[in-house]
């Protein structure tokens, strides 16, 4: 999971790209980059850390130019401590190119075989989005007929990319003297939105983002989504071009950006994530009922702040009073998407506080967005113990995670995950908690596509097992266990 942006503006272009940044900051807390394009130039700053203490003014002031584009990493391949891993990646054939990459490609591998051994093409570090950015490069320069680029070449290349690449891929690429592009796995599995505005002087001015909050936060108008496989071509002078580049294109997002990955202000294919998270907790709410029956519930208590829609929701649906029980330090990050097991648990207690108030002889309901490895859980539930719960119950919007996932989430290890080969009644005595209830896949799947028709089904894998792009077979798995490291 990382955050992603491209600009093509009127004006200088370094300003806006930061801010955009700031607003995906949730989406990746180990490094960040922004790239401008200057005619026939490229500028660019990379920094490990967040957004705000990475750049300086003197950085912004050579970032110039009127198209750029800005990432912040979660690492989820190659090291998250080593600099020289951060996006943007770049090559000087042919023409230039500049890209950033949310998503993992599940066929490594090969491709790494296949760029040295046949395409003769040199990788520098072990990050997947270098392997994409060569791949580009490679098929654009086998497009290129005559003297000049034209948007026909740069749309075969993407097309060739397509076929050779799998796994998830949202990306946006500069190329020197032309412009920006942007295109998307054939299953659409990372997200990506396209805005556009029109200055008071008539020029068009274009974004591409991760999430929507980066365009309607700009004053830029939703056009719609990226579709799955297609290509969209922004010239610096505004002009868009776009062409779907794949031949059976499905999009089936992936669920864990509308349990906790995007923010709740975003809608991401035609879903607002809030809304969806709603739904969350009134499909969690029956489970409850239905499990638990005669058990008493005194308040209901969010995990902040992604627990929170769908634990304000169950409190309406279960008729118990809702209260905010832990208070939170918002200078720590998001422990889910630190990079080691030690520095998030490290974390949790630094990042909540319990307040005995309203804890103190009661029975609660804790609710969070999912367990994955039960770090957090477990400090949670202690934490509420020792202010005073009588006592807790745990529940999760998301259903049991019992495998990896392979396309962008750093969940490399079944050994990682708590629920794999566990039972729910084994995890809760593993929490310390009285009682845990899980929603269910059909729940939510149910909660999250209810009221509209775009997305028929959800890339589930983490719960499932059910990988829907790539060779991902048991042996893969293994080897993703092996190497990948949390």
Not at 46 to 73: C, F, I, P, W
Not at 78 to 86: M, Q, V
Not at 281 to 297: F, T
Not at 390 to 414: K, Q, T
Request: charged share 25%; proline share 4%.
């Amino acid at each position: 999971m990382c955050g992603i942006v491209g600009i093509v503006s009127s004006d200088l272009v370094n300003q806006q790209v930061y801010d955009s940044l700031l607003l995906l900051q949730h989406r990746g807390q180990d490094s960040t980059g922004i790239a401008t394009l200057e005619g026939d130039f490229f500028h660019m700053v990379k920094a490990s850390g967040q957004v705000r203490e990475a750049y300086r003014t003197r950085d912004m002031r050579q970032l110039l130019g009127n198209v750029g584009l800005g990432h912040v990493r979660y690492a989820t391949k190659g090291d998250a401590a080593r600099e020289e891993e951060a996006q943007p990646f770049y090559v000087g054939a042919p023409y230039g190119i500049i890209l950033v990459h949310n998503g993992n490609l599940t066929n490594t591998r090969e491709l790494t075989a296949e760029l040295y051994n046949v395409d003769r093409r040199h990788l520098n570090t072990h990050s997947d989005t270098e392997l994409l950015l060569n791949v580009l490069a490679n098929e654009l320069q086998t497009s290129i007929a005559g003297l000049s680029l034209d948007e026909e070449q740069i749309f075969e290349a993407v097309t060739r990319l397509h076929e050779r690449v799998e796994g998830s891929y949202a990306a946006i690429a500069l190329i020197a003297g032309y412009g920006l592009i942007a295109f998307r796995d054939p299953h659409g599995i990372r997200p990506l939105v396209l805005g556009h505005r029109t200055t008071d002087s008539g020029k068009d001015e274009w974004v591409v983002a991760s999430e929507s909050l980066v365009l309607e936060s700009g004053g830029y108008e939703i056009v719609r989504d990226v579709e799955p496989g297609e290509a969209i071509l922004i010239k610096s002078d505004g002009t868009m071009t776009s062409r779907q580049c794949v031949p059976n294109p499905e999009l089936v997002p992936c669920a864990f950006e509308y349990i906790y990955l995007a923010r709740p202000d975003s809608v991401l294919s035609g879903i607002s994530v809030y809304d969806a998270r709603l739904r969350l907790g009134d499909v969690l709410a029956e489970q409850i009922k239905a499990e638990l029956p005669d058990v008493n519930i005194d308040v209901v208590m969010p995990i902040p702040d992604s627990g929170r829609p769908s634990a304000m929701q169950l409190a309406r649906k279960l008729g118990v009073e809702y209260r905010e029980g832990f208070f939170k330090n918002r200078y720590v990050g998001r422990t889910f998407i630190m990079p080691g097991q030690s520095v998030r648990k490290k974390s949790v207690r630094q990042k909540l506080n319990a307040m005995s108030v309203e804890f103190k002889g009661k029975d609660v309901l804790l609710v969070d967005d999912s367990i994955v490895r039960g770090t957090t859980s477990r400090e949670i539930v202690e934490m509420a113990r020792a202010a005073g719960a009588r006592s807790v119950i745990f529940a999760s919007a998301a259903p049991p995670v019992l495998f990896p996932h392979v396309y962008g989430i750093n969940m490399p290890s079944r050994q990682e995950l708590i629920a794999h080969d566990r039972t729910p009644a084994e995890i809760a005595e593993i929490l310390g908690a009285d009682h845990l209830v899980y929603q269910t896949v059909e729940g939510m799947n149910r909660a999250i596509l209810d009221g509209q028709d775009a997305v028929k089904s959800l890339e589930a894998s983490c719960f499932t097992g059910e990988y829907i792009s790539g060779n991902v077979d048991e042996e893969y798995l293994s080897w993703v266990e092996a190497t990948q490291t949390s």
